[in-house]
């Protein structure tokens, strides 16, 4: 069984994502039109099936080097209007979901496992992280010309931003840059910390390359008192270890980088070293846990994310290196 959650939700916030459990289901529809159309983004009526319910809701390509690089893109899945009351989907609205990118390719649906529990670690370490559910599915193309259907695949979705401002009562932002003072120290140390954990460069505290708002692959969400700093997108991580074509060295060389702004304080980031460090079975125990379609995919994420536990033996020295190394 996967490890559990470290969170909890209040009242409103789905079911969805309170069990660890792989959640098996059916989406049904004309999937390649959808496919086909990726780029445009076109939403098409799909059939989900779970727990014995039938559910009519809307799907749709969504993503932007996935929706490139992948021949089955990401979803987005939109139970807006469906009736979902009394099930696991209940209130749901717009979910990003997460599939294998390429059919019958085991390193690629693998890629993805290794995604969802970067996920699970960062759950592991605080609530202030989204939620996400893994899930098995069984495609059905309507259209009958999608190939490499035959078997069921992983893949997961993601806790919708409007249940994670309700779960932390807190406002999800829409501004261009970041007021670091704004910023919860402690939150934003320890995402840092875990970025370098999981090998990810794919992230900043400012807007990316064609991007209006801050930040990159970093939400902003507002308690009233300060200003969180949640992650997402940890598909160019070492620790997901996914093979998109790209000419990007520091990714495809799975190293190590720093990327913490030289305004933080040393004892917030040593602090967050040792929050991660003080969990060190719990979370090589979540990366063991999660399944893998090739094995050795499952041994190579667990020794992937032992290694920075052999460099945060020495705090001292790993702390020292990230402030000459900073921002």
Request: charged share 30%; glycine share 8%.
């Amino acid at each position: 069984m996967l490890a559990a959650s470290a969170t909890s939700h209040g009242e409103g916030v789905p079911q969805l994502f309170d069990s660890d459990n792989v959640l098996d289901v059916e989406i049904r529809g004309a999937l390649w039109s959808l496919v086909q159309g990726k780029q445009e983004r076109e939403e098409y009526p799909v059939v989900i099936s779970a727990g014995g319910h039938d559910f009519e809701i809307k799907a749709r390509a969504r993503g932007n080097s996935r929706l490139r690089l992948c021949r089955f893109p990401p979803l987005r899945l939109d139970f807006t209007g469906a009736a979902t009351a009394g099930t696991v989907f209940e209130g749901l609205g717009r979910v990003r979901m997460v599939t294998h990118c390429n059919r019958s390719n085991a390193r690629s649906e693998d890629a993805g496992l290794n995604e969802f529990a970067a996920y699970r670690l960062f759950n592991a370490l605080t609530e202030n992280s989204y939620r996400v559910r893994l899930l098995r599915v069984n495609y059905r193309d309507s259209d009958e010309r999608l190939k490499g259907l035959d078997k069921p695949y992983y893949g997961f979705v993601m806790e919708p931003d409007s249940h994670l401002e309700e779960r932390l009562t807190s406002r999800d932002l829409d501004v261009t840059g970041v007021v670091y003072r704004r910023l919860d120290q402690a939150q934003v140390a320890l995402m840092t910390v875990f970025q370098y954990m999981i090998g990810n460069p794919d992230w900043s505290l400012v807007a990316g390359d064609g991007e209006d708002e801050c930040c990159h692959n970093v939400r902003l969400f507002d308690t009233g008192d300060s200003w969180l700093t949640i992650p997402y997108d940890f598909d160019l991580s070492g620790l997901v270890n996914a093979r998109y074509r790209t000419s990007d060295k520091l990714v495809q060389s799975r190293r190590r980088v720093y990327l913490g702004l030289c305004k933080a304080a040393r004892e917030d980031v040593a602090s967050a070293v040792r929050q991660i460090v003080v969990r060190k079975d719990a979370l090589l125990r979540i990366a063991g846990e999660i399944p893998s379609v090739d094995e050795k995919a499952r041994s190579r994420r667990v020794k992937y994310l032992d290694g920075f536990f052999a460099e945060a033996a020495d705090e001292e020295r790993l702390v020292a290196r990230f402030e000459r190394r900073c921002l």
